[in-house]
């Protein structure tokens, strides 16, 4: 009698298998990491929308916005970042009670608060968030793992170079007022109010994204350089009104500061081949905008809102977004 035989897979039919297996993966892989990226997404204006809630309350109680103190140059005077005023508005209490405000934020006395991680500060989405910022001030070049980094900062205004012919922004190169129509609505050592954003709350950026530093990244997420002696922005720590930055533009590869590229195109200017104070900055930050979202970033406006900017807006409109007086008419189609 025939018995029955078991057949098993010739070479091709597996070879079969495995083709469609791995049109399967390849056809998935893009829609899991877009879940991903938006879940994370999602976290990043959680985040930031948690800043947004400090800043008005920081406001209600104070009656002013939390600007920075940063006395200019080398100094031995205490520099305050907003964002540390901010902290017990969304339970960071015990790290701003660590904190000695008498003191700098790079004294030996403030180690333990400045290094702490605030994930509040940090986007998933971002790159190099474990890294410590360092300390520009000599004596030392550059002390490196002094402080946490935040990925979000508050935005001063814009760079008055942008006024020069062929941008023409507001406030021309050479202005030597310290309030202007290039001002944004927390700029440093000033008490600013609410009511000072006369453009509109929910048409006046106060926090923008610009993450990793003080590592350099320029268009796509291309890193420059791993050393941060050789290569780095002058901003990073969360508690460092440096990292409070003006929007300067950039080249659209990023390399050249400052241009037309209001976002994405590079998280700050490099540094780090100069010392202290530099050339241009002085002891200012040298950030700009920069999210590692596909498209564009997300930016916590005066009402308190959060919004996603495309990388495609234009510097003229971007600037008209941070300044907070400037008169201008922008429509939510504009960005």
């Known amino acids: 009698m025939k018995t029955g035989l078991r057949r098993g897979f010739t070479l091709i039919e597996l070879l079969v298998v495995i083709a469609i297996i791995a049109v399967l993966i390849a056809l998935l892989l893009p829609a899991v990491q877009a879940a991903r990226e938006a879940a994370r997404r999602s976290q990043c204006v959680n985040n930031m929308k948690q800043l947004g809630i400090a800043l008005h309350n920081f406001h209600d109680v104070n009656l002013n916005l939390p600007s920075s103190d940063r006395p200019a140059g080398v100094t031995t005077l205490p520099r305050i970042a907003g964002l540390t005023l901010m902290l017990p508005y969304f339970e960071q209490n015990n790290v701003y009670n660590a904190y000695n405000q008498t003191l700098n934020w790079s004294g030996v006395e403030n180690t333990t608060s400045v290094r702490s991680k605030i994930n509040v500060f940090l986007c998933p989405s971002a790159q190099q968030s474990d890294v410590l910022d360092g300390d520009p001030q000599p004596p030392s070049v550059w002390a490196a793992n002094v402080a946490a980094v935040t990925h979000y900062s508050p935005t001063i205004g814009i760079d ?77 720590g969360w508690c460092r009104p440096a990292s409070d930055f003006s929007v300067d533009g950039s080249s659209q590869d990023g390399s050249v500061i400052p241009g037309p590229c209001p976002l994405n195109c590079t998280n700050g200017e490099d540094i780090g081949s100069q010392t202290f104070p530099y050339s241009y900055y002085g002891s200012e930050g040298s950030g700009e905008a920069y999210g590692f979202h596909p498209g564009g970033a997300n930016f916590v406006f005066g009402d308190g809102s959060v919004k996603f900017i495309k990388e495609t807006v234009s510097i003229r409109i971007f600037a008209n977004l941070v300044t907070r007086a400037g008169g201008e008419i922008i429509s939510s189609d504009q960005y």
Not at 180 to 199: C, E, F, M, Q, V
Request: charged share 20%.
């Open 160 to 236: 008055r170079r942008l006024g020069t012919p062929g941008l023409g922004l507001v406030g021309a190169a050479g202005d030597t007022l310290t309030v202007g129509p290039w001002t944004g609505l927390l700029p440093k050592n000033i008490k600013s109010r609410l009511a000072d954003a006369t453009d509109g709350l929910s048409n006046t950026i106060a926090i923008a994204e610009s993450a990793s530093r003080p590592y350099v990244y320029r268009k796509g997420g291309k890193q420059v350089g791993s050393n941060l002696l050789t290569n780095r922005s002058n901003a990073g």
